[in-house]
């Protein structure tokens, strides 16, 4: 018998909705399977905000994917309606030779992107609330900004839904295998079992417990998420005067943060880049303690002298972590023919979701992609490296 459905979408966060919207947009009959509800708080995929920039320290390979997946966010906007993306400029902020800064300015000129370097005194000028120290300096970018995570998923799970994707809440994948002939997959749910052509599994911070033949040691980390109201109110903080940063201290420590977006009493967001806790999604703790919240403001202090004025809340969110950090996106080496998988997104995967949807429907529907994704290969070296 031929399977019911074209493609099952495994987990329906930030990567998994966008997939099941380019999926059903081609045409493809699309079951999505999502082990809690929409736009949950309980993965990788909320907290309001999420950087989005171009100039990327991480690797200049990652610049053709975000320009695509910048056209895709502008899309998704005009097409839904909703406001996801804020481009309100972005400062990337250390010592010259700080990864940060290094490391934006090399993708910026090898892809000639528009940029600024930006001399303290220029730095506070311009930004009042940011006070650098003699020896920083600052990468600008006009195009860099904010997305909005739970607007970026409900936007894609309503286009799916459009399109005629089935999407299924509050249904876990318990187990799933491959029929026999290469004819698709079969998947189990504690309701029920589906047959489909093609598996697309985009599990977040659970890709330890479903992919454990990938070869790939992942670490799940427990991140905070911290509020603070200014000194003297929100309005320095705002979008059409604040930018987003990303600030490398001389230790390597790097913060982030973004410009108030939540109205006068939501105050402004900031986090800690890495150095999270190892965790599972079972384990996490959920409780932010009062020694995380006073390293956070004693990291501002110096920095953003207003920002840790008074603390509002704060909240967890996890990394899923590959050795080198960057990301999982390739079919399955295990079953080439019939699964697909996205993951690893090593806490920088929000900004480039559209992209990685559109990526994950090529290669379920026609077992490549023209995007680049060399990089992205489980089995390279670095991967394996535990
Ligand atoms: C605090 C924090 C800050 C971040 N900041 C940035 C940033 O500024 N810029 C940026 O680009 N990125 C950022 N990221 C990273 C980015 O948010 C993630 O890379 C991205 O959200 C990962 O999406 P995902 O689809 O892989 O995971 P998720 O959105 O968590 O989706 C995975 C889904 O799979 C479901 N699932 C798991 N197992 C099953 C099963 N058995 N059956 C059915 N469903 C299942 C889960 O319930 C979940 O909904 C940040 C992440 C965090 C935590």
């Not at 109201?229 to 943060?257: K, L, M, S």
């Not at 950090?325 to 699964?339: L, Q, S, W």
Request: glycine content about 10%.
């Amino acid at each position: 018998m031929a399977p019911t459905y074209d493609v099952i979408v495994l987990g329906l966060g930030g990567m998994g909705s966008a997939a099941a919207h380019h999926l059903a947009a081609r045409g493809a009959r699309v079951l999505g399977l999502e082990k809690f509800g929409p736009v949950h708080h309980r993965g990788s995929s909320h907290g309001g905000s999420r950087i989005t920039r171009q100039s990327y320290f991480e690797d200049p390979a990652y610049v053709p994917l975000l320009l695509r997946s910048y056209e895709l966010y502008e899309k998704l906007e005009r097409d839904t309606g909703r406001e996801i993306a804020t481009l309100c400029g972005g400062v990337m902020l250390g010592r010259p030779d700080s990864r940060t800064v290094r490391g934006s300015l090399e993708s910026a000129r090898q892809w000639d992107l528009p940029h600024e370097m930006l001399e303290p005194e220029e730095i506070r000028r311009r930004f009042p609330t940011l006070t650098p120290a003699a020896d920083e300096v600052a990468l600008y970018e006009a195009r860099a900004g904010l997305v909005r995570p739970e607007h970026t998923v409900a936007a894609h799970l309503q286009l799916a839904g459009q399109d005629g994707a089935e999407l299924h809440f509050e249904e876990p994948v318990t187990r799933w295998e491959e029929l026999p002939g290469g004819a698709g997959v079969r998947v189990h749910t504690p309701e029920n079992t589906y047959t489909a052509g093609q598996l697309v599994i985009c599990p977040g911070a659970w890709a330890p417990q479903l992919l454990t033949d990938l070869g790939v040691p992942f670490t799940i980390e427990r991140q905070v998420m911290y509020w603070f109201a200014p000194d003297g109110g929100t309005a320095p903080f705002v979008p059409d005067r604040h930018p987003i940063y990303i600030w490398e201290d001389d230790r390597g420590v790097q913060i982030y943060g973004f410009p108030s977006i939540d109205g006068p009493d939501g105050g402004a967001k900031v986090a800690f880049f890495r150095k999270g806790t190892v965790c599972t999604p079972e384990t996490i703790e959920r409780t932010v303690h009062d020694h995380e919240v006073r390293a956070m403001a004693d990291q501002l202090a110096p920095r953003i002298p207003a920002l840790p004025g008074r603390f509002l809340k704060a909240a967890t969110c996890m990394y899923s972590n590959t050795p080198d950090e960057h990301f999982v996106i390739t079919r399955h080496p295990a079953h080439p023919e019939t699964v697909t998988v996205a993951c690893g997104f090593s806490g920088h995967g929000f900004k480039f979701v559209p992209v990685v949807g559109e990526i994950v429907a090529d290669l379920a529907l026609t077992g490549a992609t023209a995007h680049p994704i060399e990089l992205f290969d489980p089995r390279r070296p670095a991967a394996a490296a535990a």
